[in-house]
């Protein structure tokens, strides 16, 4: 199913696999049929802004939402069947950028934002409990471990701060040893909540051994080939079982093996804009190079798909590409009215990506 109209930006399953709650730019929450048709079962107006972050309660009834309330509310939670609310969520002054559903008995709901605060809410029906101003940057990202037992906070001030999942209480940090240089975006546990996945704007991913006390232990740091440029900071994470998934900010999709973390990641990726242009290199047949308007040139190999992208020294944007030999011409507009060709001879030349 591919739906058009609106701008999502999260999307989740029910626990039991039969829903899925879509969340969008404008606020709107929408609950899907996850088989067949797809089928729009009910769609709720839950924040006046843009939602950041939704997650279902375990038992599958309820969902939490969190986002931009342009001076409304920032967090709600109600039944998926009738819209209805279930509590109040005060505490927050300014976007809410993450909320989490305790898995287990007694429910509770924490959320963070970029008011550098980290809260924590009892319920059903949810009201406040108390916050954690221990983080000095936006905080991003915020879950509970499998079995609810803790609860992790990620911030752009580099640190992940670990809470008590029962009382919400701060328990302990990730080192800061060989710790992120960036700001970290997002944060996985493993299935049996031992350890954790984190990801940050320095292009890194980072596998944690959670001790017993509560603090944090790096046990293995994951990088990939690319450049290193802007497009490769990662934004994203989830340990699904064996697999550790990270996502660029480019949109490369990079995947891991939990249980050998030394074996290099596959790599899915592609273009993010309208292609305009392919080539077959003659003196490599199975090879394909593409191009889209915003100037990126991808590497594929037939049977495989996906290999790389070409690092251009300018990403101006390409109308049409050619390949011949060891090098690309490529054509494209520049930014004025009147359309002018351009002719860009790629120096390294092709080898330089087989």
């Not at 989740?12 to 088989?35: F, Q």
Request: aromatic fraction near 8%; proline fraction near 3%.
């Amino acid at each position: 199913m591919v739906s058009t109209g609106y701008q999502a930006t999260v999307a989740r399953y029910s626990p039991n696999g039969e829903w899925i709650a879509s969340a969008d730019v404008s606020g709107t929450v929408r609950i899907w049929g996850a088989y067949n048709d797809h089928v729009l079962k009910k769609e709720f107006k839950v924040l006046t802004g843009r939602i950041d972050d939704l997650q279902w309660s375990p038992d599958g009834l309820r969902i939490v939402a969190s986002g931009d309330g342009k001076g409304k509310s920032l967090v709600r939670a109600f039944m998926w069947d009738s819209g209805t609310n279930v509590g109040e969520f005060d505490g927050h002054s300014r976007r809410v950028l993450s909320c989490a559903f305790k898995p287990t008995r007694p429910f509770r709901i924490v959320t963070c934002g970029e008011d550098f605060l980290v809260n924590f809410y009892e319920g059903p029906p949810f009201k406040f409990k108390s916050s954690h101003r221990d983080h000095s940057n936006f905080v991003n990202c915020i879950r509970f471990s499998p079995d609810g037992s803790k609860f992790i906070s990620v911030s752009s001030d580099k640190k992940g701060i670990l809470f008590d999942g029962k009382t919400g209480e701060k328990i302990g940090e990730l080192s800061s040893e060989d710790g992120h240089k960036g700001s970290i975006y997002a944060v996985s546990w493993s299935p049996d909540g031992k350890q954790v996945l984190t990801v940050s704007a320095d292009k890194s991913a980072k596998v944690w051994e959670i001790c017993d006390d509560g603090s944090g232990k790096l046990t293995k740091t994951l990088t990939s080939s690319d450049s290193g440029g802007v497009d490769d900071m990662l934004v994203s994470c989830l340990w699904q079982n064996d697999h550790l998934v990270t996502v660029s900010l480019g949109g490369t999709i990079s995947i891991f093996s939990a249980s050998d973390l030394d074996k290099s990641a596959l790599q899915i990726s592609g273009h993010m804009k309208n292609v305009t242009s392919l080539s077959v290199l003659k003196n490599v047949p199975k090879t394909i190079l593409s191009s889209s308007y915003d100037g990126l040139i991808v590497k594929w190999i037939q049977g495989i798909g996906y290999s790389s992208k070409l690092q251009r020294k300018e990403n101006s944007q390409i109308k049409c590409l050619a390949a011949a030999e060891e090098e690309i011409i490529t054509s494209g507009f520049d930014n004025k009215e009147v359309i002018e060709f351009l002719l860009i001879r790629i120096i390294d030349g092709i080898r330089n990506m087989l």
